[in-house]
């Protein structure tokens, strides 16, 4: 193994060990650190001794390459990362990296959805399944993911332990191993309560026939033993369907969205809805007052006396090119 490529293995198996990084962004580290240090090693250098023009010249080549934006936003991050660590760790006596402005990501607002949509959905929700376990289930998920604005991975492993009790609360687990409390509506504890005591009864019915007991509210056969992100990527399309909401607007994201955009729009503090979300960062969530800010513009633009006069004047359209 290189020098470089030791560096690169340490890195990642301090930040899988020591911060409990996600498996897949310690898989996004891999790919962006060794596509780096290719790089580096085509250009006959090390990463002990490289320069701040260096790193700059790599984001030159990525640049080259036609890589957007964010993706070389990233790579820089990563680079940023991993030369902290050899800091930290000894293994250089400066940082490189600390300097460098990176090209930034372009703001794009998140896709949500209103409030009429999401309620199709619910009401959708829990007519949609061959069984009436499936119809139960479907409820319960698209509930608690409105509800709590859970991530999608969050709200399919969930033990079934965070449920017992009527909880008010429900305790997750989020990105890197972080815990949140998340309250529960009265509609959603009614949901998670029907579903539970249907599973209860069900999974009481497997351990008869020998089947061992899953840890988890939405068990499954598969290898990771609950849903899958998949499968409730495509359970969502499904009852957006039955619903009449457009599929193509309808994912797992984009109900955490209406939830933070939909408490924002009534009056919650940011920061509530931070840490509701498990943002490490406010900046992260301050995307959602633009979120709003759009609306707000596109309410006006379309019910605003002098709009109004604007359009019939110009035959029906009011231009908002670059808004």
Not at 101 to 122: I, W
Not at 217 to 223: C, D, N, P
Not at 256 to 262: D, G, I, K, V
């Amino acid at each position: 193994m290189t020098r470089d490529a030791a560096w690169v293995d340490l890195f990642l198996e301090a930040q899988s060990a020591e911060l409990g990084a996600a498996k897949n962004t310690i898989l996004a580290y891999a790919r962006d650190l060794r596509d780096f240090a290719d790089w580096v090693k085509i250009q006959c250098l090390n990463l002990s001794n490289l320069m701040q023009s260096d790193i700059e010249s790599y984001l030159v080549h990525c640049d080259a390459q036609g890589l957007s934006r964010a993706t070389r936003a990233r790579r820089l991050s990563a680079i940023r990362q991993l030369y902290r660590f050899a800091f930290e760790e000894r293994l250089r006596a400066d940082n490189p990296a600390i300097r460098i402005k990176g090209p930034g990501k372009a703001q794009r607002l998140p896709k949500t959805l209103s409030e009429d949509e999401v309620s199709r959905l619910l009401d959708a929700a829990p007519n949609h399944g061959r069984t009436p376990s499936e119809r139960c289930r479907n409820a319960c998920l698209m509930a608690l993911l409105y509800a709590t604005g859970m991530r999608v991975s969050e709200l399919v492993s969930l033990p079934t332990a965070a449920a017992r009790g009527d909880p008010r609360m429900l305790l997750v687990r989020g990105k890197g191993g972080k815990e949140r409390m998340v309250p529960l509506s009265p509609p959603a504890r009614t949901a998670l309560a029907d579903w539970l005591a249907l599973r209860d009864a069900d999974e009481t019915v497997r351990r008869a026939k020998g089947h061992a007991a899953s840890p988890y509210l939405f068990a499954s056969s598969g290898a990771s033993g609950h849903l899958t992100r998949h499968r409730f990527y495509l359970l969502i399309k499904e009852i957006s369907v039955k619903a009449q909401v457009d599929p193509d607007k309808v994912t797992p994201h984009t109900l955490r969205h209406a939830f933070a955009t939909h408490l924002l729009a009534n009056g919650a503090d940011l920061r509530v809805i931070q840490t509701l979300l498990g943002h490490a960062d406010v900046a992260t969530t301050e995307i959602y007052t633009h979120v709003l800010e759009a609306r707000l513009q596109a309410l006006v633009l379309e019910h605003h006396p002098l709009a109004q006069a604007a359009r019939r004047k110009t035959g029906g359209n009011t231009s908002s090119d670059g808004q």
